[in-house]
Nanobody
């Protein structure tokens, strides 16, 4: 079992930053990926960004490239999502996910465990 805790959502003005963390605990070992899927109201869930512990490869959706950065603290099994230049269209519930995989983490099926989700609202 893997537990994921991702506080840190909230309300932010357009153009502003937000940096929610996600901490994983439990049976954390070997090769795995952690990522940030998000789901906006009325839309399908998509993977915003992900990082794989196997070499640190990262994935970014086109919509966030240049604005979002994922980073990992291996000692703490924590990833941070640095979100800059936020836009109203970034408003969504952001989940943290963990999967035992050597893949990039760009697909939902890469993940075995999902956090509860945190609301991020960007006001215009």
């Amino acid at each position: 079992q893997v537990q994921l805790v991702a506080p840190g959502g909230g309300l932010v003005q357009a153009g502003g930053p937000l940096r929610p963390p996600c901490a994983a605990s439990g049976r954390i070992f070997g090769i795995y990926a952690m990522g940030w899927p998000r789901q906006a109201s009325g839309k399908e869930r998509d993977i915003v960004t992900a990082i794989n512990w196997n070499g640190g490869s990262t994935y970014y959706a086109d919509s966030v490239k240049g604005r979002f950065t994922i980073s990992s603290d291996n000692a703490k099994n924590t990833v941070h999502l640095q979100m800059n230049s936020l836009k109203p269209e970034d408003t969504a519930v952001y989940f943290c996910a963990w999967g035992r995989t050597s893949h990039s983490g760009k697909y939902s099926y890469d993940y075995d465990y999902w956090g509860q989700g945190t609301q991020v609202t960007v006001s215009s």
